[in-house]
């Protein structure tokens, strides 16, 4: 079975009804607020979400957010994050993609305890690489994920990129119930953990309705497209212009890449484009999710005059790549450790058995613990890693698709490259989709002492079993 649209829920209309709202602005980058040792000091508040953006029902139910939209860091500047936790339920908070140290990663239970309503954690690393990622709770986090506990995170890099907009767009799909509030009722059903995951009916981009977001004819922009859906696997078609893929998962291409057709995100997947807007352009210009049925509209970029002088008059000149980030280079190297990864289990992948807890259970017993996905005929967290590592070995992992699902591999702490012929050779991820029946050999070079997690980010997947780490020594 090959990926295909079928994998994408038919949406109903449910809420897309809404009048668009007007996006005046991009996020801008804050004002730095620096101690006298040069490390940046912010404050993150976790909390339940105030104000209802779908649906005019009063006071929203069974939201949660982080108090701010985006959060903008500088490449190489130390910054101390002090996060807050004013939720009823313990949290921490995981920094998708970012290359740092181990006890900053977030992972409750792993690398840190969770952090217990009103307590706080200071998180502090120096961001190595610039680029687009992310920030989200990793606790319980197919309930928190889903509530919207999730913060797009910009690193800059050290001299600015010439470009005349940066958007950011961060897309979701939430579940509401009949009464068009937040479906709290089906979180954790096992029937979404064993097949697909949980996928919602109402999409949003900035936790927005069809936000439109104004351009100039002319313009050279950076478009940032982040999925942090918990499960849907989302083919997004842009406007007809001429685009480059300029960056993966954070990370550069050492080319920019021409695009058009549709583009695919797995949960956790990040694009940075470049997108010419025609100096002549006019109306609004859609940003669509592809769909069994007609393509629904994400967003719009609303024309809104034209920038001033020669510049854009013409077409412009191919996009200049990124800076490279200091990533550690695999070319050539011979590999120190190969390991097998083979997936197994969920609705139709007939699991007999498998080991959990340090015990065999048949799968019925599985599933009266919510497990039902295996890694190595391992369900969940096994006491001893997948692998075993030092700092510096360069690390194959084959990793074999044998259900009957596509997954979102994301390794923790590390990007690597794979041979899937569905990404450009060379391209670095820190989180792939796989279809049924693929496999793939990933590679990286472990530099970073600790326990990394490996998951899959279609987030149900990993509450019921597909999770396990690898542990790189000093
Ligand atoms: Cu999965």
Redesign the pocket.
């Known amino acids: 079975m090959k990926l295909s649209r079928r994998h994408f829920i038919q949406l109903s209309g449910l809420g897309l009804m809404a009048g668009p709202t007007l996006v005046t602005a991009s996020p801008q980058t804050e004002t730095p607020h620096q101690s006298e040792s040069g490390v940046r000091r912010l404050r993150l508040v976790l909390k339940p979400e105030s104000h209802h953006w779908f649906a005019p029902l009063g006071e929203p139910v069974g939201l949660w957010a982080f108090d701010r939209d985006v959060l903008r860091l500088r490449q190489g500047e130390p910054v101390e994050i002090e996060v807050e936790n004013q939720l009823p339920d313990p949290s921490s908070v995981h920094w998708h993609g970012m290359r740092i140290d181990n006890p900053m990663d977030g992972v409750s239970g792993l690398t840190q305890e969770p952090i217990a309503p009103g307590e706080r954690f200071i998180y502090r690393f120096t961001p190595q690489d610039a680029g687009t990622y992310w920030a989200h709770s990793h606790h319980k986090t197919y309930e928190q994920l889903a509530r919207g506990l999730y913060l797009p995170l910009i690193v800059d890099e050290q001299e600015p990129v010439e470009v005349d907009r940066d958007l950011v767009l961060t897309l979701d799909d939430w579940r509401l119930n009949e009464a068009r509030q937040f479906d709290t009722a089906s979180l954790g059903a096992m029937h979404d953990w064993a097949h697909g995951?949980r996928t919602g009916n109402l999409l949003t981009v900035n936790r927005q309705l069809q936000p439109r977001f104004k351009v100039k004819g002319g313009e050279r922009i950076r478009l940032r497209l982040l999925n942090t859906a918990n499960a849907r696997i989302m083919a997004v078609r842009l406007p007809d212009l001429p685009s480059w893929i300029w960056a993966k998962d954070g990370q550069p291409l050492t080319t920019p890449r021409g695009h058009s057709g549709p583009l695919l995100l797995a949960p956790a997947e990040r694009y940075d484009l470049v997108v010419d807007i025609p100096a002549q352009a006019q109306g609004a210009l859609a940003i669509q999710l592809q769909t069994d049925g007609a393509p629904i509209d994400l967003a719009l970029l609303q024309i809104d005059g034209q920038i001033d002088g020669q510049i854009g008059q013409g077409e412009r000149d191919e996009p200049q790549p990124l800076p490279a980030n200091p990533l550690p280079q695999l070319a050539d190297q011979p590999v120190d450790h190969r390991v097998q990864l083979d997936?197994t289990g969920?609705a139709m992948g007939g699991l007999r058995q498998a080991v959990y807890g340090g015990q065999t259970l048949s799968t019925r017993e599985l599933v009266q613990n919510k497990q039902i996905?295996a890694f190595n005929g391992v369900v969940n967290m096994p006491e001893q890693p997948l692998l075993e590592v030092r700092s510096g070995d360069l690390v194959e992992v084959e990793m074999l698709n044998n259900?009957r699902?596509?997954?979102?591999?994301h390794l923790h702490g590390h990007h690597f490259q794979s041979d899937l012929a569905r990404y450009n050779q060379g391209l670095w991820h820190d989180t792939v989709v796989m279809a049924s029946g693929e496999r793939t050999k990933i590679r990286f070079r472990a530099d970073k002492p600790g326990s990394w997690l490996l998951h899959?980010?279609?987030i149900e997947?990993?509450a019921a079993g597909?999770v396990s780490w690898i542990r790189v020594r000093a």
Request: glycine fraction near 12%; hydrophobic fraction near 40%; include cysteine.
């Open positions: 995951g997936m969920g996905w259900t699902w596509p997954h979102s591999l899959c980010h279609m997947h990993q597909m």
